[in-house]
């Protein structure tokens, strides 16, 4: 069978990446002043990789003895391929539905995977689509008779697959070129992926829950080592991204892989996503010994009662500040994640998030809008007070909800204002120069 994943995009000024924030994907549109639109022009000259699971089915459909293609964009020709496979988002949801009905009309199948349309199947089986829920690498492994799959229909499945028996993701039919980050270090790179499943209490609004669960399940470490090791001799990829929701979750796991990558001797370096009450001196020597190149955590806000409120699970400020340097100290970049615009979000405490931002001045820092995302438990609390007229203004950066204080307009303000007062400081400048000369 002839098969086009089809990962459709809408025109915009902005970055957009479906392969973050679970899956469900960002517009990365930081506000309109100097240097919000600065950094939305630099990030927009980065290319964004294809969500993971996109991949991962690819190489599965390919293993089963499929053609199997990538794009962006429809053919012309809709006749030239058996079935079609629409990767979603929230950030793409409308154009998505529209590719599908277009599909549809021309009396094709569309099969829709990924984790929006997984907690949000309603739009896309309108649009003429069918939802394969959950993990779509594990539904294609396990049924090979893609013909007698229905029309317009919601399909769940069970597995008993692992982490290990997906084939490595088909990176090579989407690119050969991509670049991490001008801001992570220069060259190839690819995501990779070490973990699914995050049992913290933040899966109130956060999204890797939905389709990964809230049980951590590992891949073998000399496995994961594997794999990097045939990307570097394969590609000579010396940059890897971690698409983990919290690497090192295990200890005793982390500590293999990092052994095992420094036993190979692999002339590798690498980016994960974690949080900082993991970290412990111990593990961050080990990290950077195996080539840890920059780590994200997530801060979220400066105000301890804001974080109370949002369930948020943390660390007390002066144990964040510690370990921040000790990362520091080992030369490991970090970028720091925040969040304004929670529902005890004031400009007070908004200030209190930008001056500690400034406090801890990372070589980077995230400021997003916090968003109830459907498919959350907390979406159910707010679904009322949506005020987004469509899916697509999700982007992590517009105000989706009635907020009791803050108007959208504000908020957009204050959002630009996070970054204008981040990054226009002397102090951030010569950090980033000094990052910059001797990483």
Request: proline content about 4%.
């Amino acid at each position: 069978m002839k098969i086009l994943i089809l990962d459709p995009e809408k025109k915009v000024t902005h970055r957009i990446s479906k392969d973050t924030s679970g899956g469900y994907g960002t517009g990365n549109d930081f506000g309109d002043s100097i240097i919000p639109t600065f950094l939305k022009k630099t990030l927009k000259m980065v290319h964004d990789w294809a969500p993971m699971f996109a991949v991962y089915t690819m190489s599965v459909l390919k293993k089963e003895g499929h053609e199997v293609h990538y794009s962006k964009k429809l053919p012309n020709e809709l006749s030239s391929f058996d079935l079609y496979i629409v990767v979603s988002s929230i950030v793409c949801c409308e154009t998505e539905c529209e590719n599908i009905r277009i599909i549809s009309e021309f009396n094709k199948k569309a099969l829709v995977i990924g984790p929006f349309s997984t907690s949000n199947p309603k739009k896309y089986i309108e649009a003429g689509g069918t939802v394969i829920m959950g993990e779509p690498e594990f539904f294609f492994m396990k049924n090979k008779n893609l013909d007698a799959i229905e029309n317009n229909k919601m399909i769940s499945f069970q597995h008993n697959f692992g982490l290990d028996d997906l084939p490595y993701p088909d990176w090579e039919s989407v690119s050969k070129n991509r670049k991490v980050s001008l801001l992570f270090g220069l060259g190839k790179s690819l995501p990779i992926l070490a973990t699914r499943g995050c049992p913290y209490s933040c899966f109130k609004y956060c999204v890797y829950p939905l389709q990964q669960g809230r049980k951590p399940r590992h891949r073998e470490a000399i496995k994961i080592v594997d794999e990097l090791e045939y990307w570097y001799k394969k590609f000579n990829v010396k940059m890897f991204v971690f698409r983990d929701p919290v690497f090192s979750i295990n200890k005793k796991h982390t500590i293999e892989f990092c052994e095992e990558l420094i036993k190979r001797k692999l002339k590798i370096r690498y980016v994960i996503e974690t949080h900082l009450r993991i970290l412990d001196a111990e593990l961050i020597k080990i990290l950077k010994q195996s080539g840890l190149k920059a780590v994200k955590v997530g801060v979220e806000s400066g105000d301890e009662e804001v974080l109370k409120d949002a369930n948020r699970f943390t660390i007390k400020k002066d144990e964040q500040l510690a370990k921040i340097r000790e990362l520091e100290k080992n030369n490991i970049l970090i970028s720091a994640m925040f969040i304004i615009g929670f529902p005890t979000d004031n400009e007070s405490s908004i200030m209190k998030t930008i001056r500690y931002a400034q406090k801890l001045n990372t070589t980077f820092s995230q400021f997003s809008v916090w968003t109830p995302y459907p498919g959350t438990p907390v979406f159910k609390e707010y679904e009322n007070e949506i005020i987004a007229k469509k899916f697509e203004e999700f982007t992590q950066y517009n105000l989706v909800f009635k907020h009791k204080i803050l108007s959208p307009e504000r908020i957009r303000v204050l959002l630009g204002k996070t970054y204008t007062m981040y990054y226009g400081r002397l102090s951030w400048a010569l950090k980033f120069l000094k990052n910059s000369i001797f990483a």
